[in-house]
């Protein structure tokens, strides 16, 4: 009697042990995730919102149309020299959070490095170059390398613009558009120089739940 007793003891054991083994392989399965690298040129769409691909492709259109405005290239004729232009905001207008900056830093190095204008500090960064510039006049820099005063050079444009959405939803269908659009505007007169504008995302989003 006890060594059955024994016995079914062991064997509930052992069932209990093989269940436990089997529930720590399904925990330690569900916890594992893999990382696969992929070409940055890939489109990729998870959520429905702005991305990567998105950004490259409106930075590349708008990029292309400032380039080859013909104002620009009138200024340097006229003037002898190219222009010079200052990033201002960049305002997010859309539903979702997303940093325009990156948008206004890719226009402006794909300009200057095209060499059809240059670009002045805007922002935080002119406010950190002045203050370095100011302490270097307080009397710990040599004169032969302190930076003087009173050399700023002015801008000629200042390039602005914004991304917007509209959204368009029926039962758990629901369509996001993207507008994107850059301009230059010239600082001495008010006039716009060029407007560019990019409108060709468009997606289509299957059962978004509460917030497409």
Not at 88 to 110: C, M, V, Y
Request: hydrophobic share 35%; glycine share 8%.
């Amino acid at each position: 009697m006890k060594k059955s007793m024994q016995n079914r003891r062991l064997a509930l054991a052992g069932r209990t042990s093989v269940l436990l083994f089997g529930l720590a392989a399904v925990l330690l399965l569900g916890s594992c995730h893999s990382v696969t690298r992929v070409d940055p040129e890939t489109q990729i769409d998870l959520s429905g919102y702005w991305n990567d691909t998105d950004l490259r492709l409106a930075s590349e259109s708008l990029i292309n149309g400032a380039l080859d405005t013909p104002r620009l290239s009138a200024f340097s004729r006229d003037r002898g020299r190219l222009p010079v232009i200052i990033v201002g905001k960049f305002r997010n207008a859309s539903d979702e959070h997303l940093d325009t900056s990156i948008l206004s830093q890719r226009l402006e190095a794909a300009i200057l490095n095209s060499g059809r204008a240059e670009f002045v500090a805007s922002g935080d960064l002119r406010g950190e170059i002045r203050a370095e510039r100011d302490d270097q006049q307080r009397g710990y820099t040599s004169d032969e390398t302190a930076a003087a005063l009173g050399r700023e050079t002015g801008a000629d444009f200042m390039m602005t613009g914004s991304v917007k959405t509209i959204i368009d939803r029926y039962d758990k269908t629901a369509t996001r558009s993207y507008f994107v659009t850059a301009e230059l505007t010239d600082i001495t007169t008010n006039r716009r120089v060029w407007i560019g504008e990019y409108n060709d995302i468009k997606k289509v989003i299957k059962n978004p739940g509460v917030k497409p």
